[in-house]
């Protein structure tokens, strides 16, 4: 009886060493070798790498630099000093996908420009909808672009929209002074949610806005998780809010249309513009292509614009002397103007103020990976990027690599004195789906700074609070900071 225990155990112990190297070998065998024998004889290969556990892939790896080491920057380092460069391109097995990791800026550049072999392709198309910006591809995409683009990002949209925001941004600045201490991340995502309403449906501040930050907030957690929809899931939750969404925006879109029949419309929001619009052929958009893309204008533009103005508060308080300048910049336009708000033509005079808004975006690395799906195999340099494999475009890396950026980690509005070398600076992403809102979100930021450089002092309470990095990165206790009237 002891003898056979002692077998078994003997058994046991020997097979774990097996069991541990299935494990680490499973998705290899699974996933790269066919891949290698198909490439087996040709000059092709896969790129270096490893792909993982099973399931997991390289999650945990991952998650032990961007939750446990806070280095998430030593994931791609770890990668460099074991597989070698090559051409920036790596596998892996992350997010439920066996994947391509691309992190140097030749190759990112290349994935950006070739749209037909890598697709942005969403998971849950259904929360963002099926007519949005972000879900719809080829000329669907080219067409409804040139709808929201014209509507956001293009002069006379800029210039209407500075004068809408700057109110509201006045009067948020001034409610944190009377507070005097305040959690930036939570005011900033506040005070950008306010703005959206305004700018994009003419929502006022109130109970109703209250309530779709807070679908809003549910709609965006299900956007990348599991389909399964039965109550108690982030899926089922997000569609639940998506519903609820739509019918607040199905709503003003009936109460717009009656305006617009009788001509009572009196200010014109991104909600008027989208339904105003015609094409060369003179169709206009469909109420559904208009509720979907005002969804997904504000889940792109929200916690986007929100996150890197908490950076732009954070750094002027690590850095006196940066302030010291934005604010005797801003005082000055000030001074010139004899009335009213400035405009995005006083803005484009703002030198340094532009600087300021370019380092924080670069150093807030808001969307830090882009997904693409390959939809056929494609060859870079010598190397496979296969069929049906994910495609992560690591732009965190480009901004914070110091072969790019020279000391990276400092806040340097001087070194935009020159151009970012070409490829090195992708924070709004590339090719045909650049953000739409780029310079709807460098405006709000530069009007931001404007008001708040030189009405406000502000101190860090905690200046050396820890990093976190998931889901966006930011100090832990979200920029607590003091703030006063100057
Ligand atoms: C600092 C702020 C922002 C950052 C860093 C940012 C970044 C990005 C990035 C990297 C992409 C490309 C995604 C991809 O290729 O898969 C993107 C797309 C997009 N962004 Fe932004 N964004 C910001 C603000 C905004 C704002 C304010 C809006 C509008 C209100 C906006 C609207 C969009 C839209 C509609 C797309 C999809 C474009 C398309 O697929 O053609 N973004 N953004």
């Not at 002069?155 to 925001?165: D, E, G, H, N, Y």
């Not at 009377?178 to 005011?187: H, P, T």
Request: net charge positive; charged share 25%; proline share 5%.
């Amino acid at each position: 009886m002891e003898a056979t225990r002692e077998m078994l155990l003997a058994c046991i112990l020997g097979a774990l060493p097996l069991l541990g190297f299935i494990l680490w070998w499973w998705n290899e065998i699974w996933y790269a070798v066919p891949v290698k024998l198909r490439l087996w004889g040709t000059d092709m290969k896969l790129p270096p790498g490893h792909m993982g556990l099973p399931l997991l892939g390289e999650l945990v790896t991952f998650l032990w630099y961007f939750k446990v080491r806070r280095r998430p920057d030593d994931f791609i380092n770890s990668k460099r000093r074991k597989y070698g460069d090559g051409v920036g391109l790596y596998r892996t097995h992350l997010f439920g996908s066996p994947s391509i990791i691309a992190c140097f800026p030749n190759v990112i550049k290349h994935v950006f420009q070739s749209h037909d072999a890598f697709i942005l392709e969403w998971p849950n198309k259904d929360i963002l909808g099926y007519n949005s910006l972000a879900v719809v591809q080829g000329k669907a995409h080219t067409r409804l672009r040139r709808f929201v683009v014209d509507a956001i990002n293009k002069p006379a949209s800029l210039r209407r929209i500075a004068a809408l925001v700057q109110p509201r941004m006045v009067a948020a600045l001034e409610s944190w002074a009377s507070i005097g201490k305040i959690r930036v991340r939570n005011e900033t995502k506040k005070f950008t949610f306010q703005t959206i309403g305004i700018l994009f449906a003419s929502f006022e501040p109130g109970p109703l806005l209250d309530t779709m930050d807070e679908l809003f907030h549910g709609l965006v957690q299900g956007l990348r998780a599991q389909p399964f929809k039965f109550p108690g899931t982030a899926y089922y939750h997000a569609c639940q809010c998506r519903k609820k969404l739509e019918e607040i925006f199905r709503e003003q879109l009936e109460i717009k249309k009656k305006n617009m029949e009788q001509d009572r419309n009196t200010e014109i929001d991104l909600m008027d513009g989208l339904m105003q619009m015609k094409d060369e052929e003179g169709n206009r958009l469909s109420d559904q292509e208009v509720l979907d893309n005002i969804v997904n204008l504000i889940v792109a533009g929200y916690e986007t614009t929100a996150v890197a103005s908490m950076w732009a508060m954070y750094y002027l308080a690590k850095y006196p002397d940066v302030l010291k300048r934005l604010r005797e910049e801003n005082i000055a336009i000030n001074q010139m103007k004899k009335e009213g708000f400035i405009t995005i033509e006083d803005v484009s005079k703002l030198n340094y103020t532009n600087k300021v808004v370019e380092e924080t975006i670069r150093m807030a690395n808001v969307a830090a990976i882009i997904f693409r799906l390959a939809t056929r195999e494609v060859e870079y340099k010598g190397y496979t990027i296969p069929k049906n494999w994910k495609v992560l475009l690591w732009i965190r890396y480009l901004h914070t690599n110091p072969e790019n950026f020279d000391d990276p980690i400092c806040f340097n509005p001087d070194r935009w004195n020159e151009a970012a070398r070409p490829g090195t600076y992708q924070v709004f992403g590339g090719g045909h789906r650049i953000c739409a809102g780029n310079m709807l979100a460098r405006i709000e930021l530069a009007l931001f700074l404007h008001h708040l450089s030189i009405g406000y002092r502000w101190e860090l309470i905690n200046p050396d609070a820890r990093m976190i990095y998931l889901s966006h990165p930011a100090p832990i206790d979200g920029v607590e900071v003091s703030i006063s009237k100057i």
